[in-house]
């Protein structure tokens, strides 16, 4: 139980890998709506 060993979290952190016991971050993407653009009233 340790750096050795795949199966922790200690050793796929050493061996540089994911899986179960070390989830990958999930990449979340952020949407911003644009503001709505006033338009303003025409003039007579």
């Keep these: ?4 060993d795949i199966k922790t979290r200690r050793g796929k952190i050493f ?3 994911y899986g179960k016991t ?8 952020k949407v ?3 503001p709505k653009s006033k338009t ?3 003039k007579k």
């Design 1 to 4: 139980m340790g750096k050795g």
């Design 15 to 17: 061996n540089g890998s």
């Design 40 to 42: 303003k009233a025409k």
């Design 22 to 29: 070390r989830p990958k971050k999930k990449v979340t993407v």
């Design 32 to 34: 911003v709506e644009k």
